[in-house]
């Protein structure tokens, strides 16, 4: 396992920029290795303050190996996630629990704090509901918008879907999505049981707190005209029902975040709501980022 220097691409332009933004790598990473197989990775810059951790930690020129058994990786993790916490090299602490999964088979091999997985460039999960209201034919006219709170860790005021969440440690996408939907959009879990499953896609991006190596599970949720989300829990701003043509250009543009707007593209390429050359087009450039539907089954850790 080598360290490769990832060169810095110019800055994504134009519509649809989410699409290249979620693959861009801009640092060098070296792998983290748990009983050999490469589970996430970790930013060259940050080799020198993981020196002091061994042996529990094995720090080489191209790779970060953790040596401990597994009974004892939580509890190792955890001290060494406090030591990092506390030189600013762990960003936006969250007190939750996150699995550490195998990438391939998505078995867990350890647990530790949500924040951390940043850091250590580990596989996280993601559930986003895309809320949309029909029009007279059937099809979907508007789309619900979220503009997160001002004062959120990250992404602050950034547009955002419905609503949106990380799964932590205990909880399916699903199981997320209908906490999520309570706690950001006071939306009852009768309600969200119509939510209908969509792509699920693949994240893997420098971000300001490391890496963001994640899957997003994306749902429909179809709404009826008079059932208007109401926040719950301090993290959304406001919500705007916009005219589909609307939200896809605010999706296109800047200002959503780029979990959002790649789920709403997928709920866009789904529907048919783009131009067939248009549509066309964004899916062959976004086909890259759709996990399988093999490695997508509903499998969680």
Same mark, same amino acid.
């Given at each position: 396992?080598?360290?490769?220097?990832?060169?810095?691409?110019?800055?994504?332009?134009?519509?649809?920029?989410?699409?290249?933004?979620?693959?861009?790598?801009?640092?060098?990473?070296?792998?983290?290795?748990?009983?050999?197989?490469?589970?996430?990775?970790?930013?060259?810059?940050?080799?020198?303050?993981?020196?002091?951790?061994?042996?529990?930690?094995?720090?080489?020129?191209?790779?970060?190996?953790?040596?401990?058994?597994?009974?004892?990786?939580?509890?190792?993790?955890?001290?060494?996630?406090?030591?990092?916490?506390?030189?600013?090299?762990?960003?936006?602490?969250?007190?939750?629990?996150?699995?550490?999964?195998?990438?391939?088979?998505?078995?867990?091999?350890?647990?530790?704090?949500?924040?951390?997985?940043?850091?250590?460039?580990?596989?996280?999960?993601?559930?986003?509901?895309?809320?949309?209201?029909?029009?007279?034919?059937?099809?979907?006219?508007?789309?619900?918008?979220?503009?997160?709170?001002?004062?959120?860790?990250?992404?602050?005021?950034?547009?955002?879907?419905?609503?949106?969440?990380?799964?932590?440690?205990?909880?399916?996408?699903?199981?997320?999505?209908?906490?999520?939907?309570?706690?950001?959009?006071?939306?009852?879990?009768?309600?969200?049981?119509?939510?209908?499953?969509?792509?699920?896609?693949? &994240? =893997?991006? +420098?971000?300001?707190?490391?890496? /963001?190596?994640?899957?997003? %599970? !994306? @749902?429909? *949720?179809? &709404? =009826?005209? +008079?059932?208007?989300?109401?926040? /719950?829990?301090?993290?959304? %701003? !406001? @919500?705007? *029902?916009?005219?589909?043509? +609307?939200?896809?250009?605010?999706?296109?543009?800047?200002?959503?975040? !780029?979990?959002?707007?790649?789920?709403?593209? +997928?709920?866009?390429?789904?529907?048919?709501?783009?131009?067939?050359?248009?549509?066309e087009r964004l899916a062959a450039r976004a086909a890259g980022l759709w996990v399988a539907s093999a490695a997508s089954d509903g499998r969680m850790p």
């Amino acid at each position: 396992m080598t360290a490769r220097a990832m060169p810095a691409p110019a800055a994504p332009a134009g519509p649809w920029s989410s699409i290249e933004i979620a693959t861009r790598r801009e640092r060098v990473r070296v792998p983290f290795v748990i009983d050999g197989v490469a589970v996430g990775s970790v930013a060259a810059e940050h080799l020198d303050a993981l020196r002091p951790w061994a042996p529990g930690l094995r720090v080489e020129r191209d790779a970060v190996v953790l040596t401990v058994s597994a009974d004892r990786r939580d509890d190792t993790l955890a001290t060494l996630n406090a030591a990092l916490r506390e030189q600013g090299l762990i960003r936006a602490w969250r007190d939750e629990t996150y699995p550490l999964p195998h990438p391939a088979t998505l078995q867990v091999l350890a647990h530790f704090e949500r924040a951390a997985s940043r850091f250590w460039g580990t596989l996280t999960f993601g559930a986003h509901g895309t809320g949309w209201v029909a029009g007279a034919d059937g099809r979907p006219a508007a789309l619900w918008i979220a503009q997160r709170s001002f004062h959120k860790a990250t992404d602050p005021g950034a547009h955002d879907n419905l609503v949106g969440g990380g799964v932590p440690h205990g909880q399916t996408p699903w199981q997320t999505l209908v906490r999520e939907g309570w706690e950001e959009a006071g939306l009852t879990p009768e309600v969200m049981q119509r939510a209908r499953r969509g792509r699920v896609i693949r &994240l =893997q991006r +420098d971000i300001a707190e490391g890496l /963001q190596f994640e899957w997003i %599970h !994306a @749902f429909d *949720l179809q &709404l =009826q005209p +008079d059932e208007i989300p109401v926040n /719950q829990d301090g993290e959304v %701003h !406001a @919500f705007t *029902l916009h005219a589909a043509a +609307d939200a896809l250009a605010i999706a296109a543009g800047s200002t959503m975040t !780029a979990d959002a707007a790649l789920v709403t593209l +997928d709920f866009a390429l789904r529907h048919g709501l783009l131009p067939a050359h248009e549509g066309e087009r964004l899916a062959a450039r976004a086909a890259g980022l759709w996990v399988a539907s093999a490695a997508s089954d509903g499998r969680m850790p």
